[in-house]
């Protein structure tokens, strides 16, 4: 029996994926670039072999606790599915017991796919004993949800367009970041991010702008990242960020995630511009809204949002780590993918 523990934090993009170029192989229509988080970590454990699955032997189900209840029927499929690819990789066709711990709202919008995929990726391939690097994790991990992809190297990192050789990503120098979650509805979203895409893709007039506008944007985006140039960061941040939920809006039938409540935080965020607390906002596939500022500024907005903007509770948080496996965590916990996945550049510090 083995077993590996691993813990990955969820990122939040700067420049967004939004669209496949091949949903099966999940290679997306253009680069993003993200910061991982600190704060609402997955902590995935997956053991293979005797009494791992309802049985022992190859043909039993895998087995998956989500959040200590049993997961549903598609739960189970998707990481399912998932481990297949695993298994086709290790040449092992054992079932696993899969439990996993969220801790940020499931379906909200927060990228909780990315933390649990990016975990899942670490966990199963340590527990099936593969021997994978960071560039080979995240293509792995980009399989399950492609944001996952980029909570595999940690701090800010850029995924790749491209084919699945290519398609991998990779910490990238930065100057000091630090996120305000406003966190405004924490329910589950009402149409999930694969199926948005693929609306989008079938039906909105944008989406060809959308592609290379983004492009152009990413590329932007990464000068800026190596200058160190905060301002051209967040401004890019904010507007790669509206395009994309005009993009999504522009679908037919419409699919808004915005709300009355995020757009008052993307005000809120414009009135702290003005009054010269540099801040800039951008959201996902949801209604909660993340505001981008300097570590020196996080308090102060974060007290921004409280006083102006309604958010009971506002997150702070400083670029987080790289997915990585628990020391002591099981019997491979000190496989090539714990010390691979743990040693990237940046990762768990403002650059
Ligand atoms: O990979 P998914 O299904 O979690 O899609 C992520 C989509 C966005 O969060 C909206 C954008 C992004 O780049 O994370």
Same mark, same amino acid.
């Given at each position: 029996m083995t077993t590996a523990t691993a813990i990955a934090h969820p990122n939040i993009a700067l420049i967004k994926y939004w669209g496949k170029a091949d949903e099966a192989m999940s290679l997306p229509a253009t680069g993003s670039l993200s910061m991982t988080l600190d704060v609402f970590p997955t902590r995935t454990t997956v053991t293979v072999g005797e009494g791992a699955g309802a049985g022992s032997n190859a043909t039993a189900p895998d087995t998956l606790t989500l959040n200590d209840r049993p997961a549903t029927d598609a739960e189970l499929g998707r990481v399912t599915r998932f481990l297949d690819l695993v298994r086709e990789l290790a040449g092992d066709e054992r079932p696993a017991a899969v439990v996993s711990t969220n801790t940020v709202p499931t379906g909200a919008g927060l990228a909780s796919s990315a933390s649990g995929f990016a975990a899942l990726a670490t966990a199963a391939a340590?527990?099936?004993?593969?021997?994978?690097?960071?560039?080979?994790? +995240? &293509?792995? %991990?980009? =399989?399950?949800?492609?944001?996952? @992809?980029?909570?595999? $190297?940690?701090? !800010?990192?850029?995924?790749? #367009?491209?084919?699945?050789?290519?398609?991998?990503?990779?910490?990238?120098?930065?100057?000091?970041?630090?996120?305000?979650?406003?966190?405004?509805?924490?329910?589950?979203?009402?149409?999930? +991010? &694969?199926? %948005?895409? =693929?609306?989008?893709?079938?039906? @909105?007039?944008?989406? $060809?702008?959308? !592609?290379?506008?983004?492009? #152009?944007?990413?590329?932007?985006?990464?000068?800026?990242?190596?200058?160190?140039?905060?301002?051209?960061?967040?401004?890019?941040?904010?507007s790669n960020a509206l395009r994309m939920h005009a993009t999504i809006q522009s679908a037919e039938p419409p699919i808004r995630y915005l709300t009355a409540?995020?757009?008052?935080?993307?005000?809120?965020?414009?009135?702290?511009?003005?009054?010269?607390?540099?801040?800039?906002?951008?959201?996902?596939?949801?209604?909660?809204?993340?505001?981008?500022?300097?570590?020196?500024?996080?308090?102060?907005?974060?007290?921004?949002?409280?006083a102006n903007a309604g958010i009971a509770q506002p997150v702070t948080t400083l670029p987080g780590p790289a997915a990585r496996l628990e020391s002591g965590g099981g019997a491979d916990a000190t496989g090539p993918a714990a010390s691979g996945a743990g040693t990237a550049p940046g990762a768990g510090a403002p650059a």
């Open positions: 340590a527990a099936y004993g593969l021997d994978l690097d960071v560039r080979a994790l +995240s &293509r792995l %991990a980009r =399989r399950g949800s492609g944001s996952a @992809s980029r909570s595999i $190297p940690g701090g !800010v990192a850029i995924w790749h #367009a491209g084919d699945d050789a290519a398609s991998f990503s990779e910490t990238v120098a930065a100057p000091p970041l630090a996120m305000v979650i406003a966190t405004v509805d924490a329910g589950e979203k009402h149409v999930s +991010s &694969r199926e %948005a895409m =693929r609306r989008t893709i079938a039906t @909105s007039p944008f989406f $060809p702008a959308w !592609v290379t506008s983004t492009a #152009a944007s990413l590329e932007r985006m990464v000068e800026a990242c190596a200058a160190g140039d905060f301002t051209r960061i967040g401004e890019l941040t904010e409540a995020s757009t008052r935080v993307f005000d809120a965020v414009a009135g702290m511009r003005v009054a010269g607390l540099e801040a800039y906002a951008t959201a996902d596939a949801g209604p909660n809204v993340v505001v981008l500022t300097r570590p020196d500024d996080r308090e102060a907005v974060a007290a921004e949002l409280s």
